[in-house]
């Protein structure tokens, strides 16, 4: 019979009870590679980011990065017609319009690398004049959040017209979180002394070190300070993009960690004081 060390932190519970509790969406993390919390997440973002890294040689021969730049929009492709679902290829499409040099080089992504990052892709509600026109543009919506000032941008691309026809800036306003935002919370709470409790109860469940967010299941959420949270670290959550973590051993158990949020926008893993 499997004994698991209950730790102040890292409680082991059961993955039915957590199941049923959680609303959160499972991320399956594969190899290799890869609040008061008040909105599910874990879901990922379509496509990534449409910018590249030019490689080239400095002037000793030694490997340098150009700046970045970013792609021209493709062929249109297969597309969607009405109320359709939007397709692959229209997808592809979009995001790249939708990411332009300016907002590429004005921005940071969860990692802290330049441009934003992407949170998805949404075939956008017809304008009022239109919802009766069966042969009304079909627009996109493309969500970013820009780490660089905890900003959540909008902009609407029009397929018709591979045009962007709009974009919105909004602070305090915290979608689900991404699959690579998942993966980055996880890296560094791993990465943090608070993982001591997880740590140990993943050893206890599988005789092996945790090392990797590869070697877990993870739901996310984010997390929302409420009023006279304790520590005073935490109130700024909400504003900044901030994030609670629930791994489940990989066919194992699930361990309870939803006590430690971890701050994606200050990247620091801070445990709440529910003394």
Request: charged share 25%; hydrophobic share 35%.
């Amino acid at each position: 019979m499997r004994e698991i060390v209950r730790r102040h932190l890292g409680k082991v519970v059961a993955g039915a009870a957590i199941a049923v509790a959680s609303t959160a969406v499972m991320v399956g993390i594969t190899l290799p590679g890869t609040a008061g919390a008040d909105e599910s997440g874990g879901t990922g973002a379509g496509g990534g980011t449409a910018a590249t890294q030019q490689e080239g040689q400095d002037a000793q021969g030694s490997a340098a990065a150009a700046p970045g730049v970013v792609e021209e929009a493709p062929a249109e492709g297969d597309k969607g017609t009405g109320r359709d679902p939007l397709t692959d290829d229209e997808m592809d499409r979009v995001a790249k319009i939708a990411l332009n040099r300016q907002l590429f080089n004005a921005s940071e992504d969860v990692d802290g690398d330049r441009g934003p990052q992407q949170l998805g892709i949404d075939l956008a509600d017809p304008e009022a004049n239109e919802l009766d026109d069966p042969k009304a543009p079909r627009r996109a919506d493309v969500t970013y959040y820009d780490y660089k000032d905890d900003t959540l941008v909008t902009r609407t691309v029009n397929l018709d017209t591979g045009r962007v026809e709009g974009t919105s800036t909004n602070h305090g306003v915290q979608p689900p979180l991404s699959r690579d935002e998942t993966t980055e919370a996880a890296r560094l709470l791993l990465a943090d002394p608070l993982s001591a409790g997880l740590k140990g109860d993943f050893k206890d469940a599988t005789g092996k070190e945790l090392t990797s967010p590869d070697q877990l299941q993870l739901n996310s959420m984010v997390y929302r300070a409420n009023p006279g949270v304790r520590p005073a670290a935490l109130a700024a959550c909400g504003e900044h993009r901030c994030a609670t973590l629930t791994p489940k051993v990989v066919n194992g158990p699930w361990i309870d960690t939803r006590d430690l949020v971890i701050d994606l926008s200050t990247r620091k893993v801070v445990e709440i004081d529910r003394g």
